[in-house]
């Protein structure tokens, strides 16, 4: 079916500057890692799209590796972007790509080299058939390489037009500054920085976010739900068809401990109180932080963006809730 994107779809949605950039990013984004695979139902990842973009979502977060199987989700993405975001629509998107883990065979499909790097994005391009992507990330740090040569590569495919940002993702304090260096030496800064960072993992509190802050550098965390636990969806059990109901899903049934549900129950009663739901209340507890740009989520269904993007409503917090979630936390 023909898709004309909805008129009103700037009207709802809260932009905010990335960094000291030029770019504003939606204060939800959405990301390909589950749901969009070869294994996966297109139109449900297409339905998915479509209703993100007449929300207001302009950013679209991937990966080489998205699937299963890797390299799917890309494939996945370029179909849509085909059938429904043709001539100036691209113009209105900022699509991401990254390399850093293990995409094919052998010692150049991995980590990185400048050899990996740049191979993986020509691979990423032809995948979406894209000419360029909007930010290109190291996907993860490389212990056996120089600095000086992963952010390079990243340099090149901005000087080669393929890129036009780059971004870093799960290096810690340290290995950002350094990367952050070289990268302002080479005269390409460094957009975005892609961390982990939820309710449940809060590494980022420890440093990175002050490094960003200092240096210009937009914040996206990732697996702001820790993957679907920081919502309604495991209350009661593990339900069918739940990311950790699967086989191929990232999150284990094994994650799923007695004592995290505890937290979750009492998170979500918390959340009852505020008048929103659980997913709402973990995405607004990020997006409370100034440093944020951009909450990175996924959705296996049109119906749980639209109660994410809800989050919008209320992102403000009281300091007895703030403490309530801390004492929760412990
Ligand atoms: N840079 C990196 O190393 C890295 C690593 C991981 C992810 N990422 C990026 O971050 C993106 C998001 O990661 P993520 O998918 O783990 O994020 P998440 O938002 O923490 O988890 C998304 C999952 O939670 C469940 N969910 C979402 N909204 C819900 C709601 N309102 N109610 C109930 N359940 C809900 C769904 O799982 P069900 O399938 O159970 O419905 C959904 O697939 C990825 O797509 C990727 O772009 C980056």
Not at 112 to 118: F, N, P, V
Not at 124 to 153: C, K, W
Request: proline letters at 5%; glycine letters at 8%; a neutral charge.
């Amino acid at each position: 079916m023909h898709y004309a994107p909805a008129a009103d779809r700037y009207n709802n949605m809260t932009y905010q500057r990335c960094g000291k950039s030029g770019i504003q990013l939606p204060a939800i984004s959405l990301g390909l890692w589950h749901n969009f695979g070869s294994i996966d139902n297109f139109e449900n990842g297409r339905s998915i799209i479509r209703h993100a973009f007449d929300k207001g979502i302009t950013h679209f977060d991937l990966a080489n590796n998205y699937g299963p199987v890797p390299g799917s989700a890309e494939e996945n993405f370029g179909r849509i972007l085909k059938k429904d975001f043709s001539g100036h629509l691209r113009d209105e998107l900022i699509i991401s790509s990254k390399a850093g883990y293990t995409m094919w065979p052998g010692p150049y499909g991995d980590f990185g080299s400048r050899k990996y790097l740049i191979s993986s994005l020509d691979q990423s391009l032809q995948r979406m058939q894209l000419e360029y992507v909007d930010i290109f990330y190291s996907h993860r740090p490389d212990p056996n390489t120089p600095i000086e040569e992963t952010m390079g590569a990243l340099h090149s495919v901005v000087q080669q037009g393929k890129a036009l940002y780059v971004g870093l993702s799960n290096y810690n304090a340290e290995q950002t500054k350094a990367a952050l260096a070289v990268l302002q030496s080479l005269g390409t800064p460094c957009l975005i920085h892609q961390p982990k960072y939820s309710m449940f993992e809060r590494w980022v509190e420890g440093g990175l976010l002050d490094v960003l802050e200092a240096n210009g550098v937009g914040c996206i965390p990732f697996s702001p739900l820790a993957q679907g636990l920081l919502t309604d969806r495991y209350l009661h059990g593990i339900p069918a068809g739940s990311r950790a109901s699967k086989p191929s899903g990232f999150l284990q049934e094994n994650d799923i401990t007695p004592e995290k549900i505890e937290k979750v129950k009492k998170l979500h009663a918390l959340a009852q109180q505020r008048g929103q739901s659980l997913a709402q209340m973990a995405l607004a507890w990020i997006l409370k932080d100034k440093r944020i740009t951009t909450v990175l989520i996924g959705a296996s269904s049109v119906a749980q963006l639209d109660d994410n993007l809800d989050t919008l409503k209320n992102t403000s917090f009281s300091k007895e809730e703030l403490d309530t979630i801390e004492t929760i936390l412990k």
